[in-house]
């Protein structure tokens, strides 16, 4: 489809970022304008991860949407770091742990929808209360350190630019080409704009539905791992911020709530904006409650931005 | 018959009344005067103009051209005119009661004590025309059934409200009513008129018609066609006056061999390999639900179904149109997994296979990358066909296809099925286009539901489609 470069829907979260970005370093007068992207890249990759995966389950359409995101994060870290119990030479064996505990969410968070006819919104969160049960059971106060090999690379960097960086572009990659040129992603996007006439085109779709419940589950299992491992072990409360993040990424990146299209470039732009706009209200001082508020004013700024530049294609 | 416009006693009068969809005469010129006392019964095929007429005379559509007048009322709009309607869509809020449903027509209704005036009034209009009705005023009109809903419509309508109804229009009324409720329903129009209240009283049903219209009047491509005493009709002048003599060329289609049966639904719906069945009867008497059912059944929403059955959607916006997405996206979509290398969509071939059948199809774009909304209504069809026909499926199914297709297109789709038919392809075809169906090799004709008719060769004729969709025994 022909489009010029404003209409792009990824653009005002890029935009935003970049002005967070470039009012934080002329405040500093250019200091710290390295170690500011790099910090920016390191959280705002695990947004990212959570981002991606929210974003396949948003495209579906109306009614979808994963609120189990922060319980499967903090089950799968918390099983992962118990399982390797600090060993050395345990890496492979937590993460498949931590995805083995995503897949199982995922297929249980799908069965609720589809077996029972639940509201994803309702399925998810209900089931939420039991991975976070089960985790709390589980840990029972202890924090398990991960292996130190595992630490080092969660915290460390390749050729400047953070691992976790690194491991959340490589799945952004790996994502955009499933859903611009696989088969699977022109499934996606056709039940999500039209379910019933994607039924009727001969896609299966609770196929591709299930898929993408269960890959947003993989995708926070990821995130809990990598983020347990960078912050020194897994907390019960380590994903609830993730929760409004996932879905604020997703909508601030210019992917359609409405569904049917979606945005992985609008992701990364609006996972480094959230942090930029935390560390910019900040440095200019201000109050934790002024802070909020205008985080709140700031983001419903961006989105109706992007929203209205998308009425007018 | 018709009274000249000026005629004062008439509660609704129009001259020369026209309604035009772009290029579509949907009413073509109609003059009417109904006067008190008239109980004027409507028939003419789907698509004649029946319900744009009723929306033109109860304000709904604007008339392209011509008048309206409510010379007796002196009114200028419907509703002053006490003009009401009762339409075969149930068109009652469904999480209101009954009695609620009835202030929301009745603006009059107001002060601190309007359900019991409401209930009170809408428990006296289920008397007087279901005498005997077991509905309770402040049921919430969904735990009804569906007839019970059609009784509390039709006596909401019928109610005094602010002032006694001049003019009730009835749109298939009966469609969902049993025998015993319908002729009740008949009795009270009867009465209705007698008292000097006006009905339109539309049907398929030829002996309801005959049973309480004192006045016939059939409407075909927009016109009147004829209108005249319900005692001057017969039931075969009826039906003749309705249907057309079948259109110049549409020759009988030749017996031709086929393979064996590769279709069978439990209803009775068959298809041999290399068949064009065409599914015909009134609108709404079960003909896309069947083949919906069949299309569903057949294919699987866990696994890819390019390569079993395809789909031709006639409700695009419903059933078969990606809107955010290219002509060329919407094209493939069905091919998917067929032009893929590793489930990675080769865009040469795809873009290869588009454009060959953009060619042969003839979908006006310069472009196939623009939007599929781009399109008119007619291409945005064609694209459906192409999705459909380009895909190796032994089977199509097509749910009235053509809409909004243009004379010229129809004619090279229907050679396009004829070919891929004699290829071997089986067609299941629905249409409400008599011309569409004589392009098939056997014709099913449902109602209520059920097929009621099994038609081939010369058999195949406007006629004797219609007397297999109107119910004709006594009711």
């Not at chain 1, 994903?239 to 992917?255: D, F, N, R």
């Not at chain 2, 749910?399 to 396009?416: I, N, S």
Request: glycine residues 10%.
């Amino acid at each position: 489809m022909p489009m010029t470069l404003l209409q792009k829907p990824w653009l005002w979260s890029w935009l935003a970022a970049a002005a967070s970005f470039a009012l934080i370093v002329g405040l500093t007068e250019g200091r710290g304008a390295g170690g500011l992207a790099y910090a920016a890249l390191s959280f705002g990759a695990f947004a990212a991860i959570v981002g991606l995966g929210q974003m396949l389950v948003i495209s579906l359409g109306p009614g979808n949407v994963d609120l189990s995101i922060p319980a499967t994060m903090t089950l799968a870290s918390t099983l992962a770091l118990k399982a390797m119990g600090s060993e050395p030479g345990t890496v492979a064996m937590g993460l498949g742990v931590a995805l083995l505990v995503g897949l199982a969410t995922g297929l249980a968070n799908f069965a609720l929808i589809y077996l029972l006819r639940l509201p994803p919104i309702i399925a998810t969160l209900a089931a939420s209360l039991v991975y976070q049960s089960l985790a709390i059971w589980s840990n029972r106060g202890l924090r398990i350190r991960p292996p130190a090999a595992l630490a080092e690379f969660a915290t460390g960097r390749s050729l400047g630019v953070p691992n976790v960086a690194l491991v959340a572009l490589a799945l952004s990659i790996a994502l955009w080409i499933m859903l611009e040129r696989s088969v699977w992603g022109r499934w996606l996007l056709a039940s999500g704009q039209n379910l019933r006439a994607a039924r009727l085109a001969g896609i299966p779709v609770e196929a591709v539905r299930a898929a993408c419940y269960v890959t947003v589950s993989l995708f926070a299992a990821v995130a809990g791992f990598l983020l347990a491992s960078f912050s020194g072990g897994a907390a019960l409360n380590m994903g609830q911020e993730y929760l409004l993040m996932s879905i604020a990424v997703v909508v601030i990146g210019g992917t359609s709530v409405a569904g049917g299209a979606s945005n992985v470039p609008g992701i990364w732009g609006a996972s480094l904006f959230m942090f930029l706009v935390v560390s910019m209200l900040n440095s200019y001082g201000a109050s934790a409650g002024l802070r909020m508020v205008l985080t709140g004013l700031i983001i419903i700024g961006i989105v109706i931005a992007a929203s209205t530049r998308r009425a007018l294609r | 018959m018709t009274q000249p416009a000026s005629d004062a006693t008439a509660i609704v009068a129009l001259t020369d009344a026209a309604k035009h969809f772009g290029p579509v005469r949907a009413l073509d010129g109609v003059t009417l005067s109904i006067r008190p006392g008239d109980c004027l019964g409507l028939v003419g095929h789907n698509g004649a103009g029946k319900s744009t007429l009723v929306n033109v005379i109860n304000g709904t559509l604007p008339p392209s051209a011509g008048r309206i007048d409510f010379p007796l009322s002196g009114a200028t709009a419907a509703a002053a005119a006490c003009v009401r309607s009762i339409f075969q869509e149930l068109s009652l809020c469904p999480n209101l009661t009954v009695a609620e449903n009835l202030r929301i027509a009745h603006r009059g209704l107001g002060g601190l004590n309007w359900r019991r005036a409401a209930r009170q009034q809408v428990r006296e209009a289920l008397d007087m025309v279901f005498p005997g009705h077991r509905i309770d005023a402040d049921a919430t009109v969904d735990t009804l059934s569906i007839a019970e809903r059609q009784m509390a419509e039709i006596a909401i309508g019928f109610a005094p409200r602010d002032a006694a109804a001049s003019l009730v229009i009835l749109d298939e009324p009966t469609s969902s009513l049993d025998a015993a409720i319908a002729q009740q329903l008949l009795d009270y129009v009867r009465r209705f008129c007698a008292a000097g209240g006006a009905v339109i009283f539309i049907s398929h049903m030829l002996g309801e018609i005959f049973d309480v219209a004192s006045r016939i009047l059939v409407m075909k491509d927009g016109k009147v066609v004829a209108e005249r005493p319900a005692t001057e009709f017969t039931r075969q002048g009826l039906v003749d006056a309705m249907g057309h003599v079948a259109p110049e060329g549409a020759a009988v289609q030749a017996a031709r061999a086929f393979g064996p049966q590769i279709v069978a639904t439990p209803e009775g719906l068959t298809a041999c390999r290399g068949e064009i069945v065409g599914l015909s009867g009134l609108a709404g008497h079960g003909q896309a639900e069947a083949l919906a059912r069949l299309y569903l059944g057949a294919t699987s929403s866990w696994r890819s179904a390019g390569g079993r059955m395809v789909f031709v959607a006639g409700d695009r916006g419903r059933d078969g149109i990606f809107p955010l997405w290219s002509i060329l996206r919407n094209a493939s979509v069905s091919i998917l997994p067929r032009i893929a290398r590793r489930a990675i969509v080769d865009p040469a071939k795809e873009g290869h296979i588009a454009a060959d059948w953009q060619r042969r199809i003839g979908i006006r774009t310069a472009d196939l990358s623009n939007p599929i909304l781009s399109l008119s209504g007619g291409n945005q069809q064609k694209v459906l066909f192409a999705r459909a026909l380009a895909s190796d499926a032994p089977v199509v199914v097509m749910d009235d296809p053509m809409r909004g297709v243009d004379v010229g297109t129809k004619q090279d789709v229907y050679a396009m099925i004829r070919s891929e038919a004699a290829k071997g392809r089986t067609f299941l075809w629905y249409s409400t286009e008599t011309e569409e169906v004589c392009q098939c090799d056997r014709v099913v004709v449902f109602r209520n539901g059920r097929i009621s008719a099994e038609l081939t060769g010369a058999d195949i004729t406007e006629e004797r489609i219609l007397q297999a969709s109107f119910q004709m025994e006594e009711a």
